[in-house]
């Protein structure tokens, strides 16, 4: 089942790279922001529940998708952008096995316990 999520995940990461010109903005943009959605990591400062929640936020598809459409329906470049890198980094973690998180602890997530070895 793992390798059929990473695929799936690439496949939607594939989608983003492909769909990305389209907005005409330089590579570099995507290369200096596509780790940027890391930084709702920051919420564990304050403690597990707050870091799950800013991290979940940020790591939601469906965030992802509200933004680039709301980019979309009010000619909103930025907007868009911003849209299309929340789903690229998305689907890039979770091509990785990185998923959404438990109040538990960071290394807790959907897709299994983080550096678990044989998931």
């Known amino acids: 089942m793992k390798k059929i999520i990473q695929l799936e995940e690439f496949a939607l990461f594939l989608t983003t790279l492909i769909l990305y010109p389209l907005l005409g903005l330089g590579w ?3 290369a200096a922001c596509i780790l940027l959605p890391d930084l709702s990591m920051l919420g564990y400062l ?3 529940r707050t870091g799950a929640w800013t991290y979940n936020f940020f790591h939601h598809r469906g965030v ?3 933004v680039g459409l709301a980019g979309y329906a009010f000619g ?3 907007t868009e952008f911003i849209g299309l890198i929340l789903f ?3 689907a890039m973690d979770r091509m990785m ?3 959404l998180k438990y109040e538990t ?3 807790f997530t959907h897709l ?3 550096g678990q070895k044989g998931k």
């Open 28 to 30: 570099w943009w995507f």
């Open 64 to 66: 992802a998708i509200a």
């Open 76 to 78: 909103n470049i930025v």
């Open 97 to 99: 096995g990185y998923g």
């Open 88 to 90: 690229s980094h998305i």
């Open 46 to 48: 304050h403690n597990a």
């Open 105 to 107: 602890g960071f290394k």
């Open 112 to 114: 299994g316990e983080i």
